[in-house]
C-alpha cells in the first residue's frame, strides 16, 4: 500500500518550512493543508491535542509532532534517500546539538526582535549567536560537510525572516556574518530550500501588522 502522507501547516511557519524541506529533499509526496490558526481545525486539535501547534505530519494516518522529530523521523522512515542527519553518532549528536541551539537560541532571539521592545538587547544576541554558528560552519558550504543536512535545514527555515530581523532589529547580518550569507544564498539556490519557505516580503508585512496591533514601534 502506498505511504499516505499529509503536512498540517501554516504558510508563515519556519517551523513548518523545515519539514516541507525535508520532504522535498525525499522527494515525498504529501497532501499540504493550511491551517488557520486563529481558527483551528478539529483534525489539528486531534492530531496534536498536547501543543495545538503546527507543523503536524500525518503517516498513514498517525500524527507525527514538533518539527525537529518530525524531520528525524522522515528521516529514519525513508533512509535511502538524501540522508539528512549523519550516521555516526558523534557527528549526528553534534548535528542534534546545533539544531537545538538553533531552536533555543536563535528563535528566541528572532522572536524577541520582532514581537518584543526588547529588540536592540535580543539583535546583539542574534549576532553573537550567528557568529558561533558561522564558527561551526567553518569553510564548508553546508553544515554537515559538502552536501545539506540537518543542521542546514533547520536554521534555513529562518533566512527569509533575516530581512525582518535586520529591518525590525536595526542590524546587519550581512556586515556581521558574511559567511553564514553566502552559505544562505546557497541554500536558497536549492530547490528544495526556494519553494519551502516563506516569502521574504509577505513575512515582513505579516510582522510590520501584528507589531502594529501590539503597539511596538
Ligand atoms: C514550534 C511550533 C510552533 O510554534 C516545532 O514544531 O518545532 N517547537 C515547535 N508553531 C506555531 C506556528 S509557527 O510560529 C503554532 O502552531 N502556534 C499556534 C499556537 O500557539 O496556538
Known amino acids: 500500500m502506498a505511504d499516505e502522507v499529509a503536512l498540517l501547516n501554516t504558510w508563515s511557519s519556519p517551523f513548518g518550512a523545515r519539514v516541507r524541506i525535508a520532504l522535498a529533499e525525499k522527494g515525498i509526496e504529501y497532501e ?113 560537510g559538502e552536501k545539506f543536512g540537518y543542521v542546514d535545514l533547520s536554521l534555513i527555515s529562518l533566512y527569509t525572516f533575516f530581512y525582518c530581523f535586520e529591518t525590525f532589529g536595526n542590524l546587519s547580518i550581512e556586515a556581521e556574518c558574511p559567511k553564514l550569507i553566502a552559505w544562505g544564498k546557497r541554500c536558497m539556490q536549492k530547490e528544495s530550500v526556494s519553494k519551502s519557505v516563506a516569502d521574504q516580503e509577505k513575512t515582513y508585512h505579516s510582522f510590520e501588522q501584528r507589531r502594529k496591533k501590539l503597539g511596538i514601534e
Not at 503546527?54 to 494516518?61: A, D
Not at 549528536?93 to 536563535?106: P, Y
Not at 546583539?124 to 554558528?133: A, D, F, M, R
Open 32 to 144: 499540504y493543508k493550511e491551517e488557520n490558526l486563529q481558527d483551528k481545525s478539529p483534525l489539528l486539535l486531534k492530531m496534536n491535542p498536547v501543543h495545538k501547534k503546527i507543523p503536524v505530519l500525518i503517516h498513514n494516518g498517525k500524527p507525527i509532532c514538533e518539527s525537529l522529530i518530525i524531520v528525524q523521523y522522515i528521516d529514519e522512515v525513508w533512509k535511502e534517500t538524501s540522508p539528512l542527519l549523519p550516521s555516526d553518532p558523534h557527528f549526528r549528536a553534534q548535528a542534534k546539538f546545533w539544531a537545538d541551539f538553533v531552536d533555543k537560541k536563535v528563535y528566541d532571539c528572532g522572536r524577541r526582535i520582532l514581537l518584543t521592545k526588547d529588540g536592540k538587547e535580543a539583535g546583539k544576541e542574534l549576532i553573537e549567536c550567528l557568529k558561533l554558528l558561522e564558527g561551526e560552519l567553518e569553510e564548508k558550504p553546508y553544515f554537515g
